[in-house]
């Protein structure tokens, strides 16, 4: 299994009266750790979206252990936890990179949609997209 790892450093918007990371920037630090993962395949969104997929979320979570303070470099850790023509699941822990503690761990559940917001199997429609997903879902 391939784990994408993005470094990020926590912003004084991101955090609350009490200088740690608001819950709701969470999912935002998942986004951006899904986007640097399916660059990590050999694509980007955009590119994705101009072949017709589009992959919105349809179940997410997030379990907060310890909050992210201001100025914390973390690591958002992706990887696909299960994947199939019609669906992907991304999994995520933020890793605190100075001592390695995981902060939160996530999911975020997409399909696999075409431009009509209709859902397709992404084997049938688009082999060599699937071909990549399935790549780094294996190693």
Known sequence: MYINETKLKVRYVETDQMGIVHHSNYYAYFEVGRTE????????YKEMEKDNIMLPVVESSCKHIEGAKYEDIIIIQTFIKELNGAKVIFNYNVVRSEDGKILAKGSTTHAFVNEKFRVVNLRKVNIDMWSKFKKLFEE
Do not use: L, R
């Open 37 to 44: 993962f399916i660059t990590a395949i050999g694509m980007t």
